[in-house]
């Protein structure tokens, strides 16, 4: 049976300056200079370099693979001065077999390139490309005759689940190198209890009275155990878990969990934290997933690239409906396009069994900079139809944004669509999200319509009584989404909406809210501590949580005789409270709005059920001037 060791620690990095040191993985070496602006992190070629010793294993039946998890973007893999692979694509797994070149010690050389190129994706983004060995890099020991080790980094299974009436109906394919062995293949349920069991390479079984995986509510999962059995001893064994259920987009009413309406309302996720970059540890990863599904969400884009599979596996587990999708961004690269097909191949191959992902998602905002349409075109198609031939049971997906028109050809060529659209944000007019919305699906009313991406600016330390677009302040960035949220309820037929972004993310070429380096679109800080308005916003309309936010905390000093205060809560009914004595109650409704006569120093207490909140506001003369926006060096509105 298989037995994997991690070789995560004591690597010698040696760096852009050429100088080494001791690192442990997950590592980048831009996790500073990519966040601090100036569009001018190291994009290059650095090298890692690890000993250690032969694992256990018998070379006789036995062989030795190098897997790794992510390594950002290219990468060169040597033992012991022998080229073991290359591979380009920094977000997806990839392992090569090492048997033959193993020595009592080893010598393990990774150089890593994530410099400027125009074949490998991407190269132009809202985004920071961390160079880095920033996933599990492990020692796999696995039979000669075995499950597939060498496709497209997949796990050799593929477990197709459909509903048959109140049976469930799943397929298990599987792929070995041993044409005399037998393959044996057993579902369990979330108890480890057997509820089916066949043979064969391409075997059907039915679970009677299945339990389906519903979303949120609940997401139950089941497991796949498959053996490749000879001379009665079972020689390798693969696994993993799925889910039954059905689900649709449909132009007119949205999408459909299990036969149902099961409205998708949700964010979309980047991999990065401050002053770690993308080397995150599963404690990151669950911290993110408790903050999403604090919120009430029930739905991840997980842009714009392959995320870590313990994400993914999170997902499966908390019932998120996922949007999965390759790093095709910004800018067709006619040298690319091999490299957006084993992108696609790699993310369908090694997420096909997640029971989340409901679509793949062929590009994003693929329309802003690029010069040669035919071959982008082309390049679309070719994606399009491999996803149907690798996954018939997934639509394609694409992100468009606001300067690609309803008409454009780019927006017609997936299963389903979505626009990033900030109207309201980029450009003057809230109102123009209904306009927009209504206007597509009047014109193209058999077509699936989602918003990918929609939000503005907000930074916590801005401030203003009269909010304005533009301003980066929090009491901004909560009446856009506060608009945004009562559209989307005007709109019922959207197939899914995803607000840009859960968090904070890093984005170097950016030089906005005198912070440089970021993009603060957030609802949560970059380093996470920070929950802003927003937040309990979404709270308030997703959340069944009971709770009460007073907004505006943090915007304690206020220069007026009266002010308002807003109160967000998913209770029936809300009381606001000044030095003790009672405002106003307020019933219906998420956001409540107060007026307050300020004195000195006015301490609020909000009620609503069970839940209270406080904040304390003080009347100043003046505003204060550390709420306020300090300009930048660039005059840019966004990082184009």
Known sequence: MRTRTNLNEQWTFTGPQGSACAVDLPHTWNAVDGQDGGNDYWRGTCTYEKEFAMPRFDPAVEDVYLEFAGVNASADVELNGHPVMHHDG????????????????????????????DRVYPQKADFTFYGGIYRDVELVVVNKHRFSMDHFGGPGLKVTPQVAGADGEVRVESWNNAPDAQVEVILTDAEGREVARGEGADVTLRIPDVHLWDGVADPYLYRATVRLVENGAAVDEIGCRFGVRTFRMDPKEGFFLNGRR????????????????????RAHHEEDMALIREIGANTIRLAHYQHDQYFYDLCDEYGMIVWAEIPYISEHMPAGRENTISQMKELIVQNYNHPSIVTWGLSNEITISTKDKKDMLDNHRQLNELCHEMDATRPTSLACYAMCGPFNRVAHLSDIVSWNLYLGWYVPGLFLNDWWIGFFHKVFPKRCLGYSEYGCEGMPN?????????????????????????????????????????????????????????????????????KKDSFYLYKAYWSSEPFVHIAGKRYADRPEQVTTVKVYTNQPRVALYADGKLVAEHSGGKVHTFRV?????????????????????????TPNPAYQLKKGKSTSANWV
């Open 90 to 117: 920094g977000y997806s797994t990839f392992r090569g077999c090492v048997t033959e070149l193993l020595a009592q010690e080893n010598h393990l050389v990774v150089k890593v390139d994530n410099g400027v190129n």
């Open 262 to 281: 099961y409205p998708l309302h949700g964010v979309s996720r980047h991999q990065d934290r401050k002053g770690i970059g993308n080397a995150l540890t």
């Open 597 to 621: 006569p300020l004195g000195e120093n006015t301490e609020l207490k909000a009620v609503a059920g069970e839940c209270t909140d406080a904040a304390v506001l003080h009347r100043v003369e």
């Open 462 to 530: 801005l401030h203003s009584s009269k909010p304005r677009r533009g301003d980066h302040t929090e009491e901004y960035q909560a009446v856009y989404h506060e608009f945004l949220l009562e559209c989307f309820e005007r709109h019922p037929y959207m197939w899914s909406t995803h607000v840009w972004n859960m968090f904070d993310f890093a984005a170097d070429a950016r030089d906005q809210g005198a912070e440089p380096g970021m993009n603060h679109k957030g609802l949560v800080t970059f380093d996470r501590k920070i």
